[in-house]
């Protein structure tokens, strides 16, 4: 796996795909600036060589040139993070941004304009690749975001530098991060699976059955496995058509070794509002007309002895509805076990969507060995997919 380390970027210029997709208020003002500062390590590096970087990215969704979605508008906070005056073409491609890039010395910066400008970029146009890449003497990769799409900046561009190409510091974080967890793993290996729905998750599932001791199922899944095995769970969400699926996991586990822990009590409501009536219930025993939101103080004393027993721990999606303060608190207390085990020297990753948005909004990101930027990148390699993004590198 080549990273910065293996190349010399004294006087060259490193073409690198960032993922400054940052959001924007309505005055163009950047109101999270993490993704700037999580690519910073890769541009500081470079730039300490007595290199030169030329930054890409997109930015939204835009359909061709849109003035709101224009990469100008990050400039001043970029520039303030890397504490260099970032310099700007207005073109990601064409004679501006030749000359720009010609121009660069070492220690200079230079933010091409949005790449989604040009339809080329998510149709994963050669041509248009091959102009990206005449700009760079080396490509890097650290846009861990995008990582799982074939497009010009991400993947296609890498065939145009046989081997001067390699993984930014962010990305090579985040594969040793979940080679960690999947591959070499210390055992016992705990996966936390919540979430709302089986058919979502149900790939990840089956992927990391083959490589966890234990397996926690949380969240709105909980009653899929409920309903298949029997037990009444009033009017919990529940995907009818997965009940076999949810029966054939559970054979395989056993099948397997993997020990599958399901909660055994739920936060019950009357009604889907932060301000409904709760009780504490048997899983397999919802009364009509109430539904499961969050788990029990039962099922989290079980959580909590897995937990702490792990030494490597993967969460991936809620154990209840976190976005409502009554069905949050389990939530909280799994990545309060999480935190607790991590300081006892356990590995943690948190992945993949919505668990990072929980991590965040409940302060515990730095309690965590390493919380993933792309959710559905992170997705889609615990789901045993070789990235496109990646594989471009490696290959
Ligand atoms: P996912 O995107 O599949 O990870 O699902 C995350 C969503 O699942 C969050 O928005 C939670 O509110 C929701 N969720 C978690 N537990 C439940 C539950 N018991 N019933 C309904 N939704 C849930």
């Known amino acids: 796996m080549k990273t910065l380390n293996d190349f010399d970027f004294k006087n060259k210029k490193a073409i690198i795909r960032v993922d400054f997709n940052v959001p924007l208020d309505e005055n163009f003002n950047v109101t999270d600036a993490t993704r700037i500062e999580a690519a910073k390590p890769t541009i500081d590096a470079i730039l300490a060589q007595g290199g030169s970087v030329i930054l890409m990215s997109h930015l939204g969704r835009p359909k061709g040139v849109e003035e709101k979605y224009s990469l100008k508008h990050i400039l001043k906070t970029a520039s303030e993070i890397l504490g260099v005056e970032v310099k700007f073409a207005s073109n990601c491609i064409g004679e501006e941004a030749q000359t720009a890039a010609k121009d660069l010395k070492p220690g200079e910066v230079l933010l091409l304009e949005n790449l989604r400008f040009h339809n080329e970029e998510e149709a994963g146009d050669v041509n248009f690749a091959k102009e990206l890449a005449s700009l760079g ?119 397997k070794g993997v020990q599958i822990h399901i909660p055994v009590d739920v936060v019950a409501a009357d009604d889907f509002s932060n301000t409904a009536n709760t009780q504490i219930v048997d899983v397999t025993a919802i009364p009509d007309g109430w539904q499961g ?38 939530t909280i207390a799994l990545g309060d076990f999480i935190a607790e085990s991590t300081q006892n020297g356990a590995f943690s990753l948190v992945g993949g969507g919505d668990s990072v948005a929980a991590v965040k909004q409940f302060g515990l990101e730095d309690k965590m060995s390493y919380v993933s930027t792309g959710g559905g990148a992170m997705l889609e390699m615990l789901e045993g997919k070789i990235l496109p993004g990646i594989a471009a590198i490696l290959d």
């Open 137 to 255: 003497d080396i490509y890097v990769n650290d846009a861990f975001g995008t990582a799982h799409r074939a497009h010009a900046s991400t993947t296609i561009i890498a065939q145009f530098f046989p081997t001067e190409k390699c993984f930014g510091t962010l990305l090579a974080k985040e594969i040793e991060s979940l080679n960690k967890v999947l591959k070499n793993s210390e055992k016992p290996v705990t996966a936390v699976l919540g979430g709302s729905k089986v058919s979502s998750k149900i790939t990840v599932i089956e992927n990391i059955l083959d490589k966890v001791d234990h397996m926690i199922i949380g969240g709105g899944m909980t009653f899929t496995f409920i309903k298949a095995q029997g037990g009444k769970i009033g009017e919990s969400i529940c995907e009818d058509d997965k009940q076999e699926l949810a029966l054939e996991i559970l054979r395989l586990a056993k099948e």
């Open 293 to 330: 939101l969050d788990a029990g103080p039962k099922s989290l004393e079980n959580f909590k002895k897995v937990i702490l027993d792990s030494k490597t721990i993967l969460w991936n999606g809620p154990l209840g509805v976190f976005e409502m303060e009554t069905f949050s608190k389990g």
